[in-house]
């Protein structure tokens, strides 16, 4: 999903209730695949004041997982052309 399909990744508004809990829109639990017992991890937003970001822990997971594979294959690129240079 691309930056600009803002409309698809609006699920909607919820109110923080008196205890600090939220509501997340059923849209949004569906399609991200969030149910009942889910650990999410909260991050303040590192651009927007004020922001905040939900990711599931499997997600991040998965995240770490692909930036790991992409930086072993860019050691071996490093590697190779610094054999090129000798």
């Known amino acids: 999903m691309k930056f600009g399909d803002m409309e698809k990744m609006f699920y909607g508004t919820t109110t923080v209730g ?3 809990q939220v509501v997340i829109p059923a849209q949004a639990r569906r399609e991200l695949g969030i149910d009942a017992g889910d650990k999410l991890l909260v991050f303040q937003d590192p651009v927007a004041s ?7 822990t499997e997600a991040l997971r998965t995240m770490i997982g ?15 052309e610094g054999k090129q240079d000798e």
Not at 50 to 56: D, I, Q, R, Y
Not at 70 to 76: N, T, V
């Open 18 to 20: 008196e205890r600090g």
């Open 50 to 56: 004020g922001a905040l970001v939900l990711l599931k």
């Open 66 to 80: 692909e930036w790991m594979d992409k930086w072993i294959a860019l050691q071996k690129i490093v590697a190779e």
